[in-house]
């Protein structure tokens, strides 16, 4: 009986890591991966559409939600990195898509921000959040459409051009990739993968020195220490503003900010396919920064959030590969920009909608939608 009686209480131990597992929860799943498969494909880590599912369809509160979401976008864009650097074809000259120099320049000033996001997340009201993420969507959502039109223009210009005469148009094409080689940096130094490990080893250790930042900053209970978070002091207007305010949207909502790198690579002339690459390398160190401060400020239901992220790490190998394939069929590298599009279109409808109801509720349930203090 004493051995029954034993049995029965390591099943009920177990059964209680082992949450029941619910409609609502499935149909997360499914919308997880869908968002996973085409935010991976268009090469942004797909947060905003995360955020909403988990919080309207899985029923989780908005702390929880945004905790996961960090999760799931590290886990994902891990994937997409792992894809790029052993399974993607490389680019002109034999070169990785990824360019390191950019990823060297920016991340700092990105890690910095996620820094600064992460506490910005729990003074701002959601409302204030709310407004001005839809206000940026909105804007990059137009650029970008913008950019995807005119380079789709241009690819049937050069399809014309190549119908007339094939070997004038595979001579012109040469030339394009000539120009848009030194773009790529000096990706092809690392050996047959083309990675350059002085560089990355360099993104390592610059993330590894804000982890042990926060690591420090926190207390037992994953709540600030007043007298030791000298935010002020942070050299902030140091490095590049953009990739700074990225890091700060990284932060506050959890995403990995590919969201904003994407549009701005898109504008300095970086080739969509690179651009999609190297983005989704930011958003890797970006993403998981932010999930170890969740980790320290108290991350609860790490058993879930686990499934959802191995549901986003398999989603974004296949949407990657899916998307590369249809590339080469039709030879338009602009899909990718359509595709970086309707993301941004997608997470802005579901961004505003989500908002708008969560700060419908905190206004009739009383609660405070004023500036919360930070420890």
Same mark, same amino acid.
């Given at each position: 009986?004493?051995?029954?009686? %034993?049995?029965?209480?390591?099943?009920?131990?177990?059964?209680?890591?082992?949450?029941?597992?619910?409609?609502?929860?499935?149909?997360?799943?499914?919308?997880?991966?869908? #968002?996973?498969?085409?935010?991976?494909?268009?090469?942004?880590?797909?947060? +905003?559409?995360?955020?909403? $599912?988990?919080?309207?369809?899985?029923? &989780?509160?908005?702390? +929880?939600?945004?905790?996961?979401?960090?999760?799931?976008?590290?886990?994902?864009?891990?994937?997409?990195?792992?894809?790029?650097?052993?399974?993607? +074809?490389?680019?002109?000259?034999?070169?990785?898509?990824?360019?390191?120099?950019?990823?060297?320049?920016?991340?700092?000033?990105?890690? &910095?921000?996620?820094?600064?996001?992460?506490?910005?997340?729990?003074?701002?009201?959601?409302?204030?959040?709310?407004?001005?993420?839809? #206000?940026?969507?909105?804007?990059?959502?137009?650029?970008?459409?913008?950019? %995807?039109?005119?380079?789709?223009?241009?690819?049937?210009?050069?399809?014309?051009? @190549?119908?007339?005469?094939?070997?004038?148009?595979? %001579?012109?094409?040469?030339?394009?990739?000539?120009?848009?080689?030194?773009?790529?940096?000096?990706?092809?130094?690392?050996? !047959?993968?083309?990675?350059?490990?002085?560089?990355?080893?360099?993104?390592?250790?610059?993330?590894?020195?804000?982890? =042990?930042?926060?690591?420090?900053?926190?207390?037992?209970?994953?709540?600030?220490?007043?007298?030791?978070?000298?935010?002020?002091?942070?050299?902030?207007?140091?490095?590049?503003?953009?990739?700074?305010?990225?890091?700060?949207?990284?932060?506050?909502?959890?995403?990995?900010? @590919? &969201?904003?790198?994407?549009?701005?690579?898109?504008? $300095? @002339?970086?080739?969509?396919?690179?651009?999609? #690459?190297?983005?989704?390398?930011?958003?890797?160190?970006?993403?998981?920064?932010?999930? =170890?401060?969740?980790?320290?400020?108290?991350?609860?239901?790490?058993?879930?959030?686990?499934?959802?992220?191995?549901?986003?790490? =398999?989603?974004?190998?296949?949407?990657?590969?899916?998307?590369?394939?249809?590339?080469?069929?039709?030879?338009?590298?602009?899909? $990718?920009?359509?595709?970086?599009?309707?993301?941004?279109?997608?997470?802005? =409808?579901?961004?505003?909608?989500? !908002?708008?109801?969560?700060?419908?509720?905190?206004?009739?349930?009383?609660?405070?939608?004023?500036?919360?203090? &930070?420890?």
């Amino acid at each position: 009986m004493s051995q029954a009686h %034993g049995l029965d209480h390591l099943l009920t131990q177990f059964s209680q890591h082992q949450p029941r597992v619910e409609y609502n929860t499935v149909l997360a799943w499914i919308l997880c991966f869908i #968002a996973a498969s085409v935010s991976s494909a268009g090469g942004v880590g797909g947060g +905003s559409l995360y955020l909403p $599912i988990l919080n309207l369809v899985a029923g &989780l509160d908005l702390k +929880s939600a945004t905790s996961y979401t960090a999760l799931m976008v590290t886990t994902g864009s891990f994937s997409n990195v792992l894809y790029n650097i052993f399974f993607r +074809s490389p680019g002109p000259g034999g070169k990785s898509l990824i360019n390191y120099d950019i990823c060297l320049l920016l991340e700092p000033c990105m890690l &910095l921000g996620v820094s600064i996001g992460v506490l910005c997340n729990l003074m701002f009201p959601d409302w204030l959040i709310t407004v001005l993420f839809a #206000a940026f969507l909105a804007c990059s959502t137009y650029k970008t459409c913008a950019s %995807g039109f005119k380079r789709w223009k241009l690819e049937t210009e050069e399809v014309r051009r @190549g119908e007339a005469s094939r070997l004038e148009g595979a %001579g012109g094409e040469e030339d394009e990739k000539g120009m848009e080689e030194p773009l790529l940096g000096r990706g092809g130094e690392g050996g !047959g993968l083309g990675i350059p490990w002085k560089d990355v080893v360099v993104l390592i250790l610059i993330w590894l020195s804000f982890c =042990v930042f926060h690591v420090l900053l926190g207390d037992d209970n994953g709540k600030g220490t007043a007298a030791e978070a000298r935010i002020e002091a942070l050299p902030m207007f140091v490095f590049p503003p953009a990739a700074l305010f990225t890091g700060v949207f990284s932060g506050i909502f959890g995403i990995g900010g @590919g &969201l904003v790198v994407n549009p701005m690579l898109l504008q $300095i @002339g970086l080739p969509p396919q690179n651009t999609a #690459a190297t983005t989704i390398f930011m958003v890797l160190f970006s993403a998981s920064m932010s999930t =170890v401060q969740h980790v320290i400020l108290g991350m609860k239901g790490i058993y879930q959030a686990t499934i959802y992220a191995m549901v986003c790490f =398999v989603a974004s190998a296949i949407g990657l590969a899916i998307l590369e394939r249809a590339v080469e069929k039709s030879g338009r590298v602009s899909l $990718i920009v359509f595709m970086v599009s309707m993301v941004m279109a997608l997470s802005l =409808v579901s961004i505003t909608f989500f !908002g708008g109801i969560d700060a419908w509720r905190q206004y009739t349930g009383g609660s405070c939608i004023g500036f919360k203090p &930070l420890c």
